[in-house]
């Protein structure tokens, strides 16, 4: 898993509520089985104009689009951020575009988890703090970049400005670190096997397949 | 001195039969009793498996379908419409095989959508835990299942070690309170909430419906209910199961059979919430306040009642929802202060795994019958299952389907959303019994309204929204 320690980057704002997974990558887009080359695809609908993935056809007025956010790294949007279809393309499509953090007052739970297994940080901020970061990188984008330090677990902007986060303890070892879950889990065996030894007997039916 | 157990939630005990370990971190590691997959995001869970040269840990407890991509057009093969699509169903199929997981093939009889199946296959039951890479796994709470959606790296981790780590959900429960108006559904009780609660109102929470309603609704029912505990932004719905989920699962094929199933009888009648169980948030719903319900916008949450008017995104209390609404509005092209009812459309659509049960199709065909779609409406129903679609035909219900205008399909997820093979008409208003109304989901700028199978049967006549209720006073 793609490690996260530090990061400063241009913050791109799509402050609207609920941006379902549908809207970050369309069905349509997942044309292969695989999670690379996705980037192209994100936001379709928004990014271009008729939802037709191709170059020449972006619509200007959509953020990344714009001069100053072409190379945005960060999204601050609105609450339940990534609700909708559990599709991990949609991460995939983030991660692949050069996404490496989203700031939301909330988010989707199974998207939330699905940012952790790929090394995107989802940081949860509230909605007013949230506005004075879009509000501080809109005076200059570029030179207004976000900041973020996982271990500090802080979001920092213009001088003097910085706001802490929370993080679940576990996922901020994770991404530091870049782990793989499944091989944590995988060590844990014996474990494993002495609860299925125990369930065995306690619910035999759920077993008897 | 007396030392009592606090009560606990039926989510609780679940759980607590399913923690292998508590984690340092205050989330537990569960054990998965049964895993089931589809093609579009099974297949990457089962090749991110194979590529990190792992096994799947007991395949006898994972299921797989195809239902996202397969066509629903009569003389389907692996070529699908779906650009890329035979992709995803070859190396599901693949990988099944290679994995011995048992696969619901496309001309297999028990094949359809995955929610659908685990439930009328007696996959998913009372008391176990179940996930599925899709959101909408939540629909199996409906059996008293701890059903749960995830991503296809989570479900690669619970293929390879029967296991995952949650951080226990806040307790919500929902009480459905007096009875249900005559005619009014599930799909129209789950609307009304989320318009009512948000539809991030049961965000970090698992909720259990409960009430005499719910008591009074169908187990096909309460699998619509659960279903769109998902649009309602919950970690899953559920509800306690009780002697009608027992008779709706006894001697399905892989229900337990024998021995095992009197003590998995006997284990269940223990599966409810304790009097003294402590709930986070409670809810109370008096279903006298509920009619027929109908999504306006581009969010579940923006959903009004039948007789209702669209509402003003000024009157929001709520900037963010405010600008919100104005946004679904343009898109949707309606305005605020007309009456919902009445919006011509272009397009109905029965299916999906919200509502595309027996139930589902028999409510529909009892409004369609003798009755015919109104010109110019592009109408489809697309049975939840090949087993639905075969039991509907043997009553008939395809005949009045075909006589009404409507499309008789196979089983799959279809049109409730577009892969980039079939869609609806850019622009096209359709009146749906899916579950979601975001941008574009059933086609380029198309524009759908979630509603229950009445209401779509009956909007497909008259070639407007319609009050299903109003039909026979014409």
Known sequence: MKKFTTHSGVAAPILRINIDTDAIIPSREMKRVSRKGLGVSLFADWRYENGIVQRGNESPDFVLNQPDYLDASILLTGQNMGCGSSREFAVWALTDF?????????????????CIRNGLLPIILDASTINEVAAAVDQDPQANKVAIDLKQSTVAVLAGQQYTFKIEASYQKLLLEGLDPIDLTLRRQQIIEQFIAKDRLKRPWAHAL | MIHQKPGLT??????????????????????????????????????????????TKNPKHVFCTMDHIVDTTPGRSDDTKVPGGIEFIQVTRDLAHQEGITLFDLNDPRQGISHVVAAEQGIALPGCTMICPDSHTCTLGGLGALATGVGSSECEHALATETLSFFKPLQMRINFLGQLPLGVTAKDMMLHLISNKSAAGGSGFAV????????????????TLCNLAVEFSAFTGIIAPDEKVITYLKDKPYAPKGAAWHQAVNYWTTLKSDVDASFDAEIDIDCADIAPTVTWGTSPQH??????????????????????????LDYVGLSPGRPISGTPIQAAFIGSCTNSRLSDLRIAAKILKGKSVAPGIRAICVPGSTQVKRNAEKEGLDVIFKQSGFE???SGCSLCFYAGGEGFSPGDRIITTTNRNFEGRQGPMTRSHLASPATVAASAIEGCITDFRSLGNR
């Open chain 2, 303 to 328: 959903a009004v009642s039948i007789e209702g008017k669209i509402p003003d995104p000024q009157q929001a209390e709520d900037p963010a929802d405010s600008r919100a609404m104005s946004r679904a």
């Open chain 2, 10 to 55: 039926l989510f609780e005990k679940i759980w607590k039969d399913h923690t292998v370990a508590q984690n340092d971190d205050g989330s537990s590691l569960i054990y998965i009793d049964r895993i089931f997959l589809h093609e579009r995001t099974g297949s990457l869970a089962l090749s991110g498996l194979s590529a990190s040269d792992r096994a």
């Open chain 2, 408 to 410: 008789w399909r196979e």
């Open chain 1, 98 to 114: 050069g996404i490496r953090a989203i700031i939301a007052p909330s988010f989707g739970a199974i998207f939330y988890t699905n």
């Open chain 2, 208 to 223: 259990e419906f409960a009430g005499p309603a719910i008591a009074d609704l169908t187990v096909e029912a309460r699998q």
